[in-house]
């Protein structure tokens, strides 16, 4: 008798549904089961106002995670970079992917750097760490708080509404986008959000055949990477809108693994900011996350972040 097909819950953005087919194409390598998608509308898929107006944290995820403990899909897959860092009742995060490029990428008119655009110029971006960062650098640009899927923001590019967005890396590549590209930033000049490029996989925590089913997805590198920039985050206690951006690569050395972590901490408006960085061993991810944080508060990061959001 063949076995029914797993249940995979998404949002129903391209983008979303690109990053689950993926997942599924390889739950399906790895374990021949077929896998189909079941879309679900999330608060953050049908509001239109920015994140942090309708509480930036959870808004993309609480929706697959009520389906998931309703027993109306078998697992559900998040952009890392949206899941609060609290560990929900009853549900596991079974597999982190092997990671795709963390890094923050422009799309500009006429193919332009970020530099080569004249002060003025209107950059569009619905994240308060990249506007925060952008205005760091000082180039006079106008940042224009903007919400849309890949398409709209790019929209307003070639429409001449803007002279450029910034955009997650990661996304374009899944969405067959990269060559649209105009510059990639470098993690001196722009760190993005905490997960970038990372992808979530969950499940009921009860459900042992399938934690151990999906278990083979897992990346111990991109866990223990993601799981120190979390770990920064949780300590900061700044949700996923917060003007906070880390990024942890993983270094092979001649006698251990290594962890690079760097972060920042600025105000919304980009006038002031904190920027550190600490290296630990693979298996203290959680201990190099939390001990740059509290090295970040001293240094004035909570003051820098405003109100805090658990």
Same mark, same amino acid.
């Given at each position: 008798?063949?076995?029914?097909?797993?249940?995979?819950?998404?949002?129903?953005?391209?983008?979303? +549904?690109?990053?689950?087919?993926?997942?599924?194409?390889?739950?399906?390598?790895?374990?021949?089961?077929?896998?189909?998608?079941?879309?679900?509308?999330?608060?953050?898929?049908?509001?239109?106002?920015?994140?942090?107006?309708?509480?930036?944290?959870?808004?993309?995820? $609480?929706?697959?995670?009520?389906?998931?403990?309703?027993?109306?899909?078998?697992?559900?897959?998040? !952009?890392?970079?949206?899941?609060?860092?609290?560990?929900?009742?009853?549900?596991?995060?079974?597999?982190?992917?092997?990671?795709?490029?963390?890094?923050?990428? /422009?799309?500009?008119?006429?193919? /332009?750097?970020? =530099? #080569?655009?004249?002060?003025?110029?209107?950059? &569009?971006? &619905?994240?308060?760490?990249?506007?925060?960062? %952008?205005?760091?650098?000082?180039?006079?640009? #106008?940042?224009v708080p903007i919400r849309g899927n890949v398409d709209t923001r790019i929209g307003f590019v070639t429409s001449g509404e803007l002279d450029a967005v910034v955009l997650a890396k990661a996304g374009l590549g899944r969405l067959g986008r990269a060559e649209e590209v105009t510059e990639t930033f470098d993690p001196l000049h722009m760190l993005p959000a905490p997960g970038q490029g990372a992808l979530a996989v969950?499940?009921?925590?009860?459900?042992?055949?399938?934690?151990? %089913?999906?278990?083979?997805?897992?990346? !111990?590198?991109?866990?223990?990477?993601?799981?120190?920039?979390?770990?920064?985050?949780? @300590?900061? #206690?700044?949700?996923?809108? =917060?003007?906070?951006?880390?990024?942890?690569?993983?270094? #092979?050395?001649?006698?251990?693994?290594?962890?690079?972590?760097?972060? @920042?901490?600025? $105000? @919304?408006?980009?006038?002031?900011?904190?920027? /550190?960085?600490?290296?630990?061993?693979?298996?203290?991810?959680?201990?190099?996350?939390?001990?740059?944080?509290?090295?970040?508060?001293?240094?004035?990061? !909570?003051? %820098? +972040? &405003?109100?805090? @959001?658990?």
């Amino acid at each position: 008798m063949t076995e029914a097909p797993l249940r995979l819950g998404t949002r129903r953005s391209k983008l979303a +549904m690109a990053q689950s087919g993926h997942v599924a194409e390889a739950v399906t390598r790895l374990t021949g089961r077929a896998v189909e998608l079941v879309e679900i509308t999330t608060q953050g898929d049908t509001s239109r106002e920015q994140l942090t107006q309708i509480g930036g944290t959870g808004v993309f995820v $609480n929706a697959l995670r009520d389906a998931l403990l309703a027993g109306e899909v078998d697992f559900v897959v998040h !952009s890392l970079k949206d899941l609060p860092t609290g560990d929900p009742e009853g549900i596991t995060l079974v597999a982190i992917p092997p990671r795709h490029d963390p890094r923050d990428a /422009l799309v500009a008119r006429d193919g /332009l750097a970020l =530099a #080569e655009l004249p002060a003025g110029s209107r950059i &569009g971006t &619905g994240s308060p760490r990249r506007a925060a960062q %952008l205005s760091l650098l000082g180039l006079g640009h #106008e940042i224009v708080p903007i919400r849309g899927n890949v398409d709209t923001r790019i929209g307003f590019v070639t429409s001449g509404e803007l002279d450029a967005v910034v955009l997650a890396k990661a996304g374009l590549g899944r969405l067959g986008r990269a060559e649209e590209v105009t510059e990639t930033f470098d993690p001196l000049h722009m760190l993005p959000a905490p997960g970038q490029g990372a992808l979530a996989v969950e499940c009921a925590a009860h459900d042992a055949a399938l934690v151990e %089913l999906l278990a083979g997805l897992d990346d !111990s590198d991109t866990r223990a990477a993601v799981l120190a920039e979390r770990t920064l985050l949780a @300590v900061l #206690e700044a949700g996923c809108s =917060a003007p906070v951006g880390a990024l942890c690569e993983v270094a #092979e050395g001649e006698q251990v693994t290594e962890l690079y972590l760097r972060a @920042v901490v600025a $105000n @919304v408006d980009g006038t002031d900011s904190v920027r /550190l960085s600490a290296t630990g061993t693979l298996d203290e991810a959680q201990k190099i996350g939390r001990e740059l944080a509290a090295e970040l508060l001293a240094r004035g990061a !909570s003051g %820098l +972040m &405003g109100e805090r @959001v658990p």
